[in-house]
């Protein structure tokens, strides 16, 4: 710790659940001061090829990088890092490097920080999160150059001692990817970045915890300074009273003790008292995830996110590239149910090879099925995949953001073209397989009887659900106090949801994040939720939570709720419940 040691306690973006205590290790990885020269003409062919060396060199150790990951993680990170390998070698990088280089004698290092400055000036006036994260990109790239070009160390993985909490600025998909392949990081804090950055995906597919978006913390921070960090709760302590960071620690040990013991039944049935089965599911975007998700009881897959192969492309992912990701995955699963879910983009998550029209409201606007159906080639080209890899194992595919019957017959109708084509092409396919949708719209919300008649099964996504049912931002710090799961309105239209389904005779299952977090289990028992699919983390606790509950218990408290008001009352109704029947939860 330092001899003036600060002590702070910040509120930024919760990106990877989990808490940690440990010691700061701060990586400066903040852009390195680059200098500024002029040369004389005789000059430029050596600075040309000075330039070169370093982009060979970058690219080298990205492949180095890229080798090492498919080792131990798979290809899914490695994808990331091939991805910066191509922009390396955009010809409006490098063509236009060599060219300012030679007409205006400069050093090699300042003409790569114009030329990024003025690729990035292309982004600056697109508000989606996604798209902004990958701005950052070109930064990494330009660092990495700069860095090889004035003999800097480049990759530090190497270096972190056990237990540490990084501490950075930023971080790039590399230092992400390979600080978490060491296992001897506890958590991740940056300055910058949201829940689609780079550390927030990498750190969510390791299961360790992270606080983004924090401010200037980078620079409060001293190394060996004494950090916990709350990833559920997006709060971080720096150099916590003596008694504050006891309590951190009791926390904390109370956490782990619940693990340990929640994994003693991390691979039995998650069955209620009075004998309620609740299938337990794991949400998923990468392949390295799923040890992990079957180490912890996952008895499926509720919910594999399939925009990964989108990120950080110059094109669109191939046929081919979707079916061999999704053949990969129902493969490794065995025969156990896979659900996979049609690429949920834009909105906040713009691929880099699509120009972004700039929306006023782009929550609201071309995003998730509206986006498939306007990008029919791209759609198809998944659809057709998906129907190849049914043969592999047990596939169910889903919808996201169906606001109405329309769209939903027009996402069946694509697929079934598709399924025609392939036959024709005598493409082996496996019978029908059960195609759901997302319900996370209030509009799907009310008309689920409906939507009931044409889905196999609903998939609540309370996520967005909450959001536009409450009409708050949950990233924006100024209205996410607002973001109540027991809201009234929120419980209503989650009952709505299910008895739809019930009286469909379809299953309805939760994806969203209300489905891994115990304060909620006896409400989700109520509702007599058939699935629940979260990150690894959180299954075996909500599993050993189901063991000891009742269904009928969460009934009774559930038909108490719905007669008060505010959320608050219906969060003191429930707690006050738990702890008359001695459930600890959180």
């Known amino acids: 710790m330092s001899t003036q040691a600060i002590s702070l306690k910040l509120q930024a973006i919760g990106a990877s659940p989990g808490m940690a205590v440990g010691?700061?290790?701060?990586?400066?990885?903040?852009?390195?001061?680059?200098?500024?020269?002029?040369?004389?003409?005789?000059?430029?062919e050596r600075e040309l090829m000075r330039f070169k060396t370093a982009v060979d060199l970058s690219e080298h150790q990205l492949l180095e990088l890229k080798a090492r990951l498919e080792q131990s993680d798979g290809k899914d990170h490695a994808l990331i890092l091939e991805a910066h390998r191509l922009m390396l070698r955009d010809p409006m990088l490098v063509d236009e490097v060599n060219k300012l280089i030679a007409a205006e004698q400069i050093n090699a290092e300042w003409a790569v920080r114009r030329v990024t400055r003025k690729i990035k000036h292309l982004f600056d006036e697109i508000p989606d999160e996604y798209?902004?994260?990958?701005?950052?990109?070109?930064?990494?790239?330009?660092?990495?150059?700069?860095?090889?070009?004035?003999?800097q160390v480049v990759d530090v993985e190497e270096e972190v001692p056990e237990g540490a909490i990084i501490v950075a600025h930023d971080l790039s998909p590399a230092d992400a990817a390979m600080l978490a392949r060491t296992g001897r990081v506890a958590a991740f804090v940056t300055d910058v970045g949201?829940?689609?950055?780079?550390?927030?995906?990498?750190?969510?597919?390791?299961?360790?915890?992270?606080?983004?978006?924090?401010?200037?913390?980078?620079?409060?921070?001293?190394?060996?300074?004494?950090v916990a960090v709350d990833g559920s709760r997006g709060l971080l302590w720096v150099n916590p009273p003596a008694g504050t960071l006891t309590d951190i620690r009791a926390d904390l040990e109370k956490l782990l003790a619940r693990g340990r013991e929640a994994m003693q039944v991390a691979q039995l049935p998650a069955i209620t008292t009075d004998g309620f089965r609740v299938r337990m599911q794991g949400n998923m975007e990468f392949l390295e995830e799923i040890p992990e998700l079957l180490a912890a009881g996952a008895e499926g897959i509720g919910l594999y996110r399939t925009e990964f192969l989108f990120l950080d492309r110059l094109d669109a992912p191939t046929e081919e590239e979707h079916y061999l990701a999704y053949r990969s995955v129902l493969e490794k699963l065995g025969g156990r149910p896979v659900t996979i879910r049609t690429v949920d983009l834009g909105g906040d998550k713009m691929p880099g090879f699509r120009k972004a029209e700039r929306e006023p409201n782009p929550a609201m606007g071309l995003r998730a099925i509206r986006y498939s159906l306007r990008q029919r080639d791209m759609f198809r080209a998944q659809l057709r995949a998906l129907l190849r890899a049914s043969v592999h194992g047990n596939l169910r595919i889903m919808f996201p953001l169906v606001s109405g019957l329309a769209e939903l017959r027009e996402a069946r109708t694509e697929l079934e073209r598709c399924r025609a084509e392939l036959s024709r092409e005598g493409v082996p396919m496996s019978g029908r397989f059960p195609v759901g949708i997302m319900v996370e719209t209030p509009s799907a919300a009310w008309i689920a009887d409906r939507l009931g008649q044409e889905a196999d099964f609903f998939s609540i996504g309370t996520n967005d659900l909450i959001q536009y049912t409450l009409a708050i931002d949950r990233q924006n710090r100024d209205v996410a106090y607002l973001y109540r799961p027991l809201h009234l309105s929120v419980l209503r239209s989650l009952k709505a949801i299910a008895d739809a389904g019930r009286a469909a005779g379809i299953p309805v299952s939760m994806c969203g994040?209300?489905?891994?977090?115990?304060?909620?289990?006896?409400?989700?028992?109520?509702?007599?939720?058939?699935?629940?699919?979260?990150?690894?983390?959180?299954?075996?606790?909500?599993k050993a939570l189901i063991r000891r509950c009742s269904r009928a218990d969460a009934v009774r408290v559930m038909d108490e709720a719905m007669k008060l008001t505010t959320?608050?009352?219906i969060e003191r109704h429930l707690r006050g419940f738990e702890a008359r029947l001695g459930i600890e939860v959180g």
């Open 194 to 226: 949201g829940s689609t950055s780079h550390t927030a995906i990498v750190a969510r597919a390791r299961s360790t915890p992270a606080v983004v978006g924090a401010g200037r913390v980078s620079e409060q921070i001293s190394p060996g300074d004494v």
């Open 131 to 151: 798209f902004r994260e990958r701005r950052a990109d070109v930064d990494f790239i330009a660092d990495r150059v700069v860095r090889n070009l004035l003999g």
């Open 567 to 569: 959320a608050e009352e």
């Open 23 to 44: 010691r700061a290790f701060v990586l400066d990885r903040r852009r390195v001061r680059t200098p500024k020269m002029k040369l004389g003409g005789q000059e430029v």
């Open 513 to 542: 994040e209300m489905a891994g977090d115990s304060r909620y289990a006896l409400v989700l028992l109520a509702l007599g939720l058939e699935e629940l699919s979260m990150p690894a983390g959180q299954i075996p606790a909500m």
